[in-house]
Structure formats: structure tokens, C-alpha cells
């Protein structure tokens, strides 16, 4: 018997990356909050590489804690090393990478959940949702417990119909031999959800005392490292390292000699994997002409033995997968603590989702994360963040957050979801961004906190503490503009020293600080500043003298797309009234039903001249309405 449990404002239906940032940012936004989890001891667990950050995803976990959320925090307070990645290139490529202490992670993120107040944790299998005149209203678990709510949110990432493969074994399950959500994916398919099947991997873990690292490369972490977050203050300085080992053409035999046993060949395997993420056999068919492949050793934390094989994801059989490992230098009497496998889970076609997360045609559903067909923890946990901003915005009669692709890499990746869809497991790149020079790692805060503190998800405190950084920033550009630094042979050499040429005339220091070779260290001892600026501050004057030409071109394309972004379209446009549209057009546009002209312009299958014609259409005020839906 069906019995009612309570009821709340926000309802979160897991506790992975993207359901913790969920429910601390609908908290936040003042929603009373019940986050439903199959098991409370897996909060943010990591099911697959231990790791936080890198390319494009760095920026966004820098982006998240620029709006209120958890993970730049957590990540700041448990990892075991941290990496600035792309240090000798510009700006717009610079990212963290942070090995996380898996066990230690879980532990601090569900600590900071269980301090809100507003935030209900209860462990439990949600089985159906309760839709009553097509609104959904809350969740039925397995025990029969009904939950109510004005919004809920799905954030059930690979368990949904989850299965683990290896070799010719597959069996029902979610991530680390976790219970999979069957009867949930089943009431999706009845309530006309649009599934599709897709597949990512793990690798085997070692035992750390079988590995001969004096084989290996070390890969240390930065001397002084950086941080996710901008509240962070103290580093964390005994760092564990990393170690690089290689396959080689014996372990490329073995793979070759045993591809008829691998799910992915052996047909076993039908969902679409991971085009930036493949397996180690999937590399050696695609790459033959490689004669090795890079191999990571990464520690999962300081009090465990095992070790992550980064860059070895398979789904061969167990036995297999020990020959391969002892053909590596380094592992050649490793021991397999835990095998690698395959999973293959259900996920929803992200164009059934408006930009908010919103399901179209379901009002009060969102769903976050893994399920929307993303890979990734960092991509979780944006959508989660954006998916809880809206769905307590919902609840409580508050105006919905939606980024545009200028103002965050969630922007992109979001717009990419709900414009475009996908056909495998998305992930961010920097290079998805057209605008990455403007969403760089260093100016997340810059862009994102004044909204995250309208919102209510950024402290007075912290905001004040933005504030006069941004102050500063700018009084040291104005003081910049007025010193003037004079030729001299003791500076000509500086300058040849770095690369550059001597001064045959005086120049503001904000001028010289313009060129390529000089940096902001070297202006301050030309030309110091009477009080000591925090590194942040002195990294934001450089890279806003010194990139100012390009932020401004990138700028001025942002306002030229803005006039497309800004031209709304009528949710219920009727596109086949709309003569001239190309039937791909108006078959494309009625499945998306994008909210803007720009929306429309980047849908696959729209091309120039049906944006013209839609402009037209629009600007001529008389808009036909499609007909409701029976």
C-alpha cells in the first residue's frame, strides 16, 4: 500500500555528482530538499578515474564554485595531487587537474550535504513518478513510500537499466556492482521518453605493493599547487605522485590474439561508448600504427593500495586482462584487485529538454547529468548545479538561470545537449567553445559570482571579498597606465634575457607589459606597487593588458550573436505554416523548439536561409500557434 512520506519543494533522485550539486543549489535557493539515493555511503562517488578537472572540465568545476556549488570545495580539501595543466600555452587552455582520495571525497561531500539545513537524505529506490494532468507532482519508491513535490529532478547517471560486461559475463548492475534502476527506466519508455542505449568502461585496479615503480615515469604535482575553489586558502602540500609506464607490441599481440573475446567486438556490447574515452583494444584496432600508448598509474587515495590504471578501460575477460597487465613495464607482477568491465546503461535524448533542464513535455520533471548523455563527473555536476537552480526556481515562482554559450562552458555544454543532442557520451572540449578566449580557468569568479550572489548561492562575505578584488584589479591597471619606465642597459638585458628587444624610449608599464615576452613579475620589479597583490589579482592585470586586443574582438562577436539570442521565438510556433522552410527545417525545429533565433541557427539540418525566413516570419508579428497537443 501506497502511503505518503512528506513533502517538500525539490525532490533529487540520486546522490552522484550531479544530484549533490542539485540539491545543495535548490537548498541555496531556499527550496526544502529530499535527495533519495540508492546508497547513502556512494555520495560523489567515483566509479571511474579518481580524478577531478583537466581541459575544458577544470573551467567548469571552477565555474560551478563561482556559482555556490560543492565540488571545487571538496575537491580543495581531499586531493592527493594537483597539476596546472597547459602552462605553456595561452590563457583559454589552462586547467586544474586534481587526483582525488576517492574514499575521502565521498566522506567530505556528504558532510557538507548533511550541514543544509533544508536538505533531507534518505536512502531508497525510486521506482515510478507521480504525474497527475501531465505535471509531475513526485516520486513512488519501492517500498511503497510516496514522496510529493513541485519539481523533481533525475539524476540517476549510468544505473538506469545498467549492465556490467566482461568478456562473455554480463549481468544486471550499476557502477562498482551497485543495484541498477530498472522499474525507473521502464516508467520512462510508458511516459514516451525517447531512450537511447550507450556504454563507457573502467579499467582493472592494482595493488600498489605489486607495482615496480622504479620501472615508471614519476609525474609530480605542482610545487605550489592552485585551487578549485576561490575560498580555498591553504594548500595541501604532501602530494602523492602519479607514475607514466607504456604499452608496447606484446601487449598489443595479446589484444589482438583475444578481440573475439572482447564485448566490444564479440557483438555482446550494442550502446555507443565514449569517442574521447576508448578502450585499450578499441585503441590498438583504431591506432595499429602506434606502437605504444601512454599508461597513468594513479593512486585512489592515501590509505589504500590500489591504483587506477588510467588509459586501460577494457571489457576483455579477467584473465586476459592480467597478461596484458604483466606485459607493462612496471606490472609485471601486478596483481588485479580489481578487473576492468564494461557497463552499458540507458539515457535520455537530451532534446527533449528545454535549457533550464526542464523535460518539454512533463512540467516540473528536469533531468541532470550522465542520464542527459554526457560523460564525465564535471559535466554532472554543471548540469546538476543549473538543474537545482531551476527546479527550486520552479517551485518557488522564481525567475529560471539559463547561461548562454559567453558566459560558461555550462552554457556550452548545456545548449549543446538540448540544441543538438548527441549520438555518444558528450564530453567538453575547449575547442566546443567559440567564445574560450572570454571562458577561461582564471576569470570563472569574474563572470559567474555577481549572478550566483543575486541568486542567493554566494555568501555577503564572499561577495564583498569579489568586490575588492575586482577593485584592485582595476586600480593596478590605472596605476599601470601612469608609471612610466625609462631605457636602460641593466633593462635592455632583461628584456633580451626573456626574449625580447630594449626600449629606445620611455613607455607606460602598461604597454610594456603588452608584450609577449614580458610578464607582470618583471613590471613589478620594474616598477613595484606600494602594497603586495594577491596572485589573483596580479594574474587577472596580466592577462587583461596583455590579451585585451583579443578579448575585445571576442567581445564585440558576442554582441553580434546577442541580437540572434535576443530575437525569441513563440514557444508554440506552428512551423508548418511557415512557407519557404525546408522540411528538414521545420522537422528539426518542431523536435528542438528552441526558445531563440540563435538557438534555431545552431540546430544540425537549419541552414542560413531558413534563419532567414524565420526572421521574417517572426518580424512580421503574424504568428500562427501550433495546435495542442491532445
Known amino acids: 500500500m501506497i502511503y505518503d512520506a512528506g513533502h517538500y519543494d525539490v525532490i533529487v533522485i540520486g546522490a552522484g555528482h550531479a544530484g549533490v550539486e542539485a540539491a545543495n543549489a535548490a537548498v541555496k535557493r531556499g ?39 560543492l565540488m571545487g570545495k571538496v575537491i580543495d580539501k581531499t586531493y592527493i595531487q594537483m597539476r596546472m595543466l597547459n602552462t605553456g600555452k595561452g590563457p583559454a587552455v589552462r586547467a586544474l587537474r586534481a ?22 537524505m534518505r536512502q531508497a529506490m525510486v521506482e515510478r513518478l507521480i504525474i497527475e494532468d501531465g505535471i509531475c507532482k513526485g516520486v513512488i519508491t519501492e517500498t511503497k513510500a510516496a514522496y510529493y513535490a513541485k ?6 547517471g549510468t544505473f538506469m537499466r545498467g549492465s556490467v560486461i566482461i568478456g562473455d559475463l554480463s549481468y544486471q548492475s550499476g557502477p562498482n556492482n551497485q543495484r541498477p534502476s530498472i522499474k525507473l527506466s521502464e516508467h520512462l519508455e510508458e511516459l514516451g521518453f525517447d531512450l537511447v542505449r550507450f556504454k563507457t568502461g573502467t579499467p582493472p ?24 575553489s576561490y575560498e580555498t586558502k591553504e594548500a595541501i602540500l604532501d602530494q602523492i605522485p602519479c607514475w607514466l609506464t607504456y604499452t608496447n607490441e606484446q601487449t598489443h599481440q595479446i589484444i589482438n590474439d583475444n578481440l573475439g573475446l572482447s ?16 578502450s585499450i583494444e578499441d585503441k590498438v584496432v583504431r591506432f595499429h600504427d602506434k606502437p605504444r600508448h601512454q599508461i597513468f598509474l594513479e593512486p585512489e587515495g592515501r590509505n589504500t593500495e590500489e591504483v587506477y590504471v588510467q588509459g586501460f578501460s577494457t571489457s576483455l575477460p579477467e584473465f586476459v586482462q592480467h597478461d596484458m597487465l604483466r606485459t607493462i613495464a612496471g606490472l609485471e607482477n601486478s596483481e588485479i584487485m580489481r578487473p576492468g568491465y564494461a557497463i552499458e546503461y540507458d539515457a535520455v535524448v537530451p532534446t527533449q529538454l528545454w535549457p533550464t533542464l526542464e523535460v518539454k513535455n512533463i512540467p516540473g520533471l528536469f533531468t541532470a547529468g550522465q542520464i542527459n548523455g554526457t560523460s564525465g563527473y564535471e559535466e554532472a555536476a554543471g548540469q546538476g548545479l543549473m538543474a537545482g537552480i531551476n527546479a527550486a526556481a520552479r517551485a518557488l515562482n522564481l525567475e529560471p538561470l539559463i547561461l548562454d554559450r559567453s558566459q560558461a562552458y555550462i552554457g556550452v555544454l548545456i545548449d549543446d545537449l538540448v540544441t543538438k543532442g548527441t549520438n555518444e557520451p558528450y564530453r567538453l572540449l575547449t575547442s566546443r567553445a567559440e567564445y574560450r578566449l572570454l571562458l577561461r580557468h582564471d576569470n570563472a569568479d569574474i563572470r559567474l559570482t555577481e549572478i550566483g550572489y543575486n541568486l542567493g548561492l554566494i555568501s555577503e562575505e564572499r561577495y564583498q571579498m569579489f568586490e575588492q578584488k575586482l577593485a ?29 628587444t630594449g626600449l629606445k624610449e620611455p613607455i607606460k608599464a602598461l604597454d610594456l607589459l603588452k608584450r609577449p615576452e614580458v610578464s607582470y613579475g618583471l613590471i613589478n620589479q620594474l616598477a613595484s606597487s606600494e602594497q603586495d597583490l594577491p596572485n589573483d589579482v596580479q594574474e587577472q ?68 536561409a531558413d534563419i532567414s525566413i524565420l526572421l521574417v516570419y517572426i518580424e512580421q508579428g503574424q504568428i500562427a500557434k501550433r495546435p495542442k497537443e491532445a
Open 99 to 120: 587526483q582525488a582520495d576517492k574514499p575521502l571525497y565521498i566522506q567530505e561531500m556528504k558532510h557538507q550535504l548533511e550541514q543544509l539545513d533544508l536538505l533531507t
Open 541 to 608: 592585470v596580466e592577462i587583461q593588458i596583455k590579451y585585451q586586443g583579443y578579448i575585445d574582438k571576442a567581445k564585440q562577436q558576442v554582441e553580434r550573436m546577442q541580437k540572434m539570442e535576443n530575437k525569441s521565438i513563440p514557444e508554440n510556433i506552428d512551423y508548418d505554416a511557415i512557407s519557404g522552410l525546408a522540411t528538414e527545417a521545420k522537422q528539426k525545429l518542431k523536435k528542438v523548439r528552441p526558445l531563440s533565433v540563435g538557438q534555431a541557427s545552431r540546430i544540425s539540418g537549419v541552414n542560413p
Open 205 to 228: 585496479r592494482v595493488n600498489a605493493k605489486t607495482i615496480d615503480y622504479s620501472k615508471t615515469e614519476i609525474q609530480p604535482g605542482d610545487e605550489e599547487p592552485s585551487h578549485f
Open 263 to 278: 564485448a566490444m567486438y564479440s557483438g555482446m556490447i550494442k550502446g555507443t561508448g565514449p569517442r574521447y574515452c576508448p
Open 31 to 69: 527550496a526544502k530538499t529530499l535527495m533519495l539515493s540508492l546508497n547513502l555511503d556512494m555520495v560523489a562517488f567515483m566509479p571511474c578515474n579518481p580524478s577531478i578537472g583537466g581541459p575544458a572540465k577544470g573551467v567548469v568545476v571552477r565555474e560551478i564554485d563561482a556559482l555556490g556549488g
Open 151 to 156: 519539481s523533481v529532478i533525475i539524476t540517476t
Open 472 to 500: 584592485s584589479i582595476e586600480q593596478e591597471k590605472q596605476r599601470l597606465a601612469k608609471v612610466t619606465i625609462k631605457p636602460s642597459a641593466e633593462l635592455d638585458q632583461l628584456l633580451m634575457d626573456a626574449g625580447g
